[in-house]
């Protein structure tokens, strides 16, 4: 994929758009769901006009959907025609309080 001339391409079809944004998550051995698609300024851009650049994003990155999983944001800057992905691994962490014991 060329992701110049595809974001020059979502340039033309929403000319005032200056950047998309939308977050991801997915777990368990799975991707999960990308929500909290933002634009600026607001738009009815759907996710499906963006579905191939996530997805590319998503291939091309760290977030690594197997255990605990990965989530993060997409952020498409349709002014610079660039795209960039902030992934972050979950990593769960337990830490003990205590032991209690009851008698009665």
């Known amino acids: ?3 110049k001339q595809t974001i020059k391409d979502l340039k033309v079809k929403f000319p005032n ?7 991801y998550i997915g777990s368990g051995d799975s991707f999960e769901d990308f ?11 759907e996710q499906s006009d963006i579905e191939d650049l996530l997805w ?6 760290d977030a690594n959907f197997n255990n605990e999983g ?3 944001e997409i952020i498409i800057d349709l002014d610079n025609e660039k795209m960039s992905i902030d992934n972050y691994w ?3 962490d337990k830490q003990s309080t205590g032991l209690v014991t009851f008698e009665e």
Do not use: Q
Request: aromatic share 10%; net charge negative.
């Open 90 to 92: 979950i990593i769960y």
């Open 1 to 3: 994929m060329n992701v």
């Open 70 to 72: 990965s989530k993060g």
């Open 17 to 23: 758009i200056n950047k998309i944004s939308i977050e």
């Open 35 to 45: 929500w909290n698609l933002e634009t600026t300024p607001e738009s009815d851009i």
């Open 56 to 61: 590319y994003a998503i291939d091309n990155s």
